[in-house]
């Protein structure tokens, strides 16, 4: 990509709030859009959105502390405090966010504190502060394995739970490999990540000023579902969207379809 055509693919450390390092990448023109992933994965997740959405857009991806090529935490950390750190990073005023799961449970968290930075959202598959999760088999689980710091065991259930399609459904290979790479640092960053903000968005949803896209595939957990539901009907204004053939791992099980719909709400 030539200069006067926009940013070419550039990656950077971003200094952290507190210490240590956010790995960040930058690609395309237009208006700032900033992509973040959930928990237990990295950017990775984008690979098969950010081509064409930096077409269109300044694109910003980047990992999450302590996961990807970010930096472990070493003290408390706040996901909140680490997006404004991108954002002023870049020189970025506002933006418009698109979160996964975590990612879209930060990027709420976000625009419910500093609403006048965010431009828009896109919500996919995401969890939201707040959400009283139902016991489950589950969810015991997987307390279990952060309990007894079992890496192998947290990767197997994140895959049984939220990669549903498999490993031979389009970005298996890559789901499986993020999950088996990140399971062990997100059992340290998980230990030092601050807990629910102290207002949790869930009763705020009301309060959100930003355009939103919400969205979620037909195999995501039943959960997932139900927060989606609740997001785009309790958001003012808010557009729900339910994408067929899809589990948690949307951007890389249907991108084309999540890459229309984001242009679409964007533009």
Known sequence: MSPDTG???SQVQVPAP???RLWAERSGAGRPVVLLHG?????RLWDAVVPALSRHHDVIRYDARGLGRSTDPEQPFDDVEDLRAVLDHFGL???????LSMGGETALDFALAHPGRVDSLGLVGASVSGHDWPPSPETAAYAQARRQGDAAALAELELSVWAAMGRTAPGGELIATMVAENAARRL????FLAGAPARPAEPRLGEVTAPTLVVHGDRDH?????????LAADIPGAHGHLVPDADHYLPLRTPERLTDLLLAHLR
Not at 39 to 43: A, L, P, V
Not at 188 to 191: A, Q
């Open 7 to 9: 940013h070419p693919a």
């Open 188 to 191: 340290v960053s998980e230990h």
């Open 18 to 20: 507190g210490g240590g």
């Open 93 to 99: 005023p506002s933006a418009a966010l698109v979160g």
């Open 222 to 230: 039943p959960e997932i579902a139900a927060i989606a539901h609740r």
């Open 39 to 43: 928990s237990g994965m990295d950017s």
